[in-house]
């Protein structure tokens, strides 16, 4: 596609379910990322996958969140029995390569745990 | 580690005037640097970018120079507009980003 895409865009769950976010990258990019933005906040890196290296999931908060990305494209981020803190949005980017070339962000999708 | 400081906000500017948003930062290695810039109810969009010491990136009127010796990546703009209203990230990168808090810019008529 011509922009990296996020569904859903907005998903309210209740505290204890689990949820999954969905991330297209753009075709063609060897890289993507997963980063949290709360609420006046700037944006906290959760995972980074790059080709069919290991990814770096240095910035996962807790074991209740994980991510995976199929066949070099599609990527879903899971959080399992979410709790409020978790309540953010969450942005995917995609790039070229390593992180030199800047990234391209998609329009996120917002996630409310009540 | 690495790491990027950008000065807080809001940042209250009328039309026309100068902009001026500092971003310095901390790097292990030589990073490229980044502006984003988030407006109101939209998507974070890549401004401007500067990938070695002493490249100036330019955009829609913004420049910002990779300066090694300051670590600094400071935002400038002559003369704002109305439709710059936004918040403004800086950001360095590796193999992956490492924002800045972000600042938030109005711009009065």
């Known amino acids: 596609g011509a922009g990296v895409s996020q569904s859903p865009s907005n998903k309210v769950t209740e505290k204890g379910k689990d949820v999954e976010l969905r991330c297209d990258p753009i075709s063609g990019h060897t890289a993507l990322y997963w980063y949290r933005q709360s609420l006046g906040q700037g944006l906290e890196f959760l995972i980074y996958f790059q080709g069919n290296s290991a990814p770096d999931k240095s910035g996962l908060p807790s074991d209740r969140f994980s991510a995976e990305r199929t066949g070099g494209s599609v990527s879903t981020l899971t959080i399992q029995r979410t709790q409020q803190e978790d309540s953010a949005v969450y942005l995917c980017a995609s790039s070229l390569e390593t992180g030199g070339v800047g990234a391209f962000f998609g329009q996120g999708t917002r996630l409310t745990v009540v | ?109």
Not at chain 2, 43 to 53: E, S
Request: hydrophobic letters at 30%; glycine letters at 10%; a neutral charge.
């Open chain 2, 1 to 109: 580690g690495d790491s990027v400081t950008q000065m807080e906000g809001p940042v209250t500017l009328s039309e026309e005037a100068f902009l001026t948003i500092n971003c310095t930062y901390t790097a292990t290695g030589y990073p490229s640097l980044f502006w984003y810039v988030q407006y109101p109810g939209e998507g974070l969009q890549l401004l401007l970018k500067a990938t070695k010491a002493d490249d100036k990136g330019s955009n829609k009127g913004f420049e910002a120079t990779y300066r090694k010796e300051t670590t600094s990546f400071h935002l400038e703009k002559g003369s704002v507009q109305v439709s710059d209203s936004a918040v403004y990230f800086c950001a360095l990168g590796f193999n992956k980003f490492y924002f800045g808090s972000g600042t938030k810019l109005n711009v009065k008529p």
